[in-house]
């Protein structure tokens, strides 16, 4: 077993959407515990200035299209090496139209970012890592996974992201490669914040509605993404991992007013 700095031992990892939010935390976190990282995402500007930033490497990668991902991955493992750990961070979030306004389009485009993606990504990178016999995945799912919201495109694609890690964790664990899931909670990266800020989108804060009382930080998700992808977790394949201060666990509150320390005491009290 290894910890800190030398978890990583030096290993590849590779995170899509390693540009911002999410994806960038964990770029962070993997270089401290000692991981080579690449940055596979849509925005080669932002992809360079957050490499630049975490010591890492980056390509320019649309996860929406196959030939893109087949084309990365041959390049990356040409330049930098075996891949040994894979971060599906990359995504589009939802426009929530009502079903009866159908938007086949947008459908069709956040699916197949976030859910055709996240498979292809697996397919192109997992078959090389169970080839090899070691490897780790993370993708990642959402509470909206979980607990849907009006973003139907997005939740039904974040839900059947646990069904897919599932199954690939059942094709690739004889051949040494791990595959699990996260659910993150409201995380507080630049986009969720400023949705916040403008007060559009959460008429509740979202934060409030957690057993914690708060916001999960970007660095708090990473954190468990490393754990999951080291040899730490060696025995953990299969699995969706929630780190959402609590929301899943307090949801069924919100009826009777919200957790204590949320509402006014009760009455009968
Ligand atoms: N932030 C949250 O509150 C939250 C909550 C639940 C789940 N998640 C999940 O965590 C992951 C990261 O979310 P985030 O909030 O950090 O997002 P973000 O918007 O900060 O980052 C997403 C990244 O994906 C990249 N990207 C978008 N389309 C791409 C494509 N076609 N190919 C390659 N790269 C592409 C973007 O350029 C960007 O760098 C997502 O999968 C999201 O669904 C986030």
Redesign the pocket.
Known sequence: MSNGTSEGRGRLAVV??G?????AATCEVLRVRGWEVVIA???TA?AQRAAAQYSGHCVT????DQASIARAAAEIEARHGAVYGLVN????FAPQTPPEHLDIESWDRITG?NLR?TYICNVEFGKRMAGRGQGAIVN?S??GGHRPNHGHAYTTS?AAIITLTQGMAGEWGRSGVRVNSIT????G?P??LAAIELGKRYPVPPGSLSALGRLVEPAEVAESIAFLLSDRASGITGTDLAVDAGVLATSGWVVHGGVPGARAPAADA
């Open positions: 899509t959407g540009a911002s939010g999410i994806g995402d849509i925005d932002a990668m649309d996860v929406a961070c990359a995504a589009l970012t993606g990642m959402s509470i974040k993150p909670g409201f995380v990266v986009r969720v």
